[in-house]
C-alpha cells in the first residue's frame, strides 16, 4: 500500500558530497517522522538522522555537522545532503516513514529497498 523509493547513492571519495532522495508513495493520508538509516558490513543497523512532519530534525553523533535531514511534504519525499563524506560512512543508507494511511486510524513503519553509499579515501 506504501512504497518507499530511495535514490542517489554512489561512489566518491572522502571529502565529497552524496545527496539521498526518499519518496513515498500509496494510500497516504499523512507521514510523522521519516528517518535515515545505515547498515555496514558485520555491524547492526544504526539511526542517522530523524525529522518530524513539524520540522524537529535529531542526528547521530557521528554525522552532526556533516549531515542534513530535509523533507518535502507536499511530495511525501525525505532527504538526506552527506558533506564530508569518511570511508566509515561506507554503508546501505535506508529510508523509513511512520505513514498513516487513508481511511485507518493508526500508522505503520515502511522502508525502503536501501541504496549503497560507498566512500573511498
Known amino acids: 500500500q506504501v512504497q518507499l523509493v530511495e535514490s542517489g547513492g554512489g561512489s566518491v571519495q572522502a571529502g565529497g558530497s552524496l545527496r539521498l532522495s526518499c519518496a513515498a508513495s500509496?494510500?497516504?493520508?499523512?507521514?510523522?517522522?521519516m528517518g535515515w538509516y545505515r547498515q555496514a558490513p558485520g555491524k547492526q543497523r544504526e539511526l542517522v538522522a530523524s525529522?518530524?512532519?513539524?520540522?524537529?530534525?535529531s542526528y547521530a553523533d557521528s554525522v552532526k555537522g556533516r549531515f542534513t535531514i530535509s523533507r518535502d511534504n507536499a511530495k511525501n519525499t525525505v532527504y538526506l545532503q552527506m558533506n564530508l563524506l569518511k570511508p566509515d560512512d561506507t554503508a546501505v543508507y535506508s529510508c523509513n516513514a511512520d505513514v498513516e494511511l487513508i481511511g485507518r486510524m493508526t500508522s505503520d513503519v515502511y522502508w525502503g529497498q536501501g541504496t549503497q553509499v560507498t566512500v573511498s579515501s
Open positions: 500509496g494510500s497516504i493520508f499523512s507521514i510523522n517522522l
Open positions: 525529522i518530524t512532519s513539524g520540522g524537529t530534525t
